[in-house]
C-alpha cells in the first residue's frame, strides 16, 4: 500500500531514500487523482522492496507541494537521491509509471 507522506515526513521517506521514490501529489476532491490512486497503490506493491511509493495530500500539506511547483494534481513525481528525476502531471496508464521507476532502478 502507497505511504501517506506529510510535510513532516516528506524529508525523512522521500529526500532522504536510499531507494528510488514515486510521490502522487493528489486530494480528495479531484476526479483524476481518484483515477491514479488504484494505479498507485498497484505499482505500491509491485514495486515493494525496490521503490517507495507513497502519496501526498496537498490540501492537508502544501509546503513540499509548493516547493516542487506542483499546480495541477495528481502530479507524480519520480526522486532518486533526494532529487527530482521525473514528473508526470495528470493521468496516465500504469505502464508509463512503472517505465519511470525501471528507468531509475
Request: with cysteine.
Amino acid at each position: 500500500m502507497a505511504l501517506e507522506i506529510t510535510d513532516a515526513t516528506f524529508e525523512e521517506v522521500v529526500l532522504k531514500s536510499d531507494k528510488p521514490v514515486l510521490v502522487d501529489f493528489w486530494a480528495a476532491w479531484c476526479g483524476p487523482c481518484r483515477m491514479v490512486g488504484p494505479i498507485i497503490e498497484e505499482i505500491s506493491t509491485e514495486y515493494d522492496g525496490k521503490a517507495v511509493v507513497g502519496k501526498v495530500d496537498v490540501d492537508a500539506n502544501q509546503e513540499f507541494a509548493a516547493k516542487y511547483g506542483v499546480r495541477n494534481i495528481p502530479t507524480v513525481l519520480l526522486f532518486k537521491n533526494g532529487e527530482v528525476v521525473d514528473k508526470q502531471v495528470g493521468v496516465a496508464p500504469k505502464t508509463t509509471y512503472a517505465a519511470k521507476i525501471d528507468a531509475v532502478l
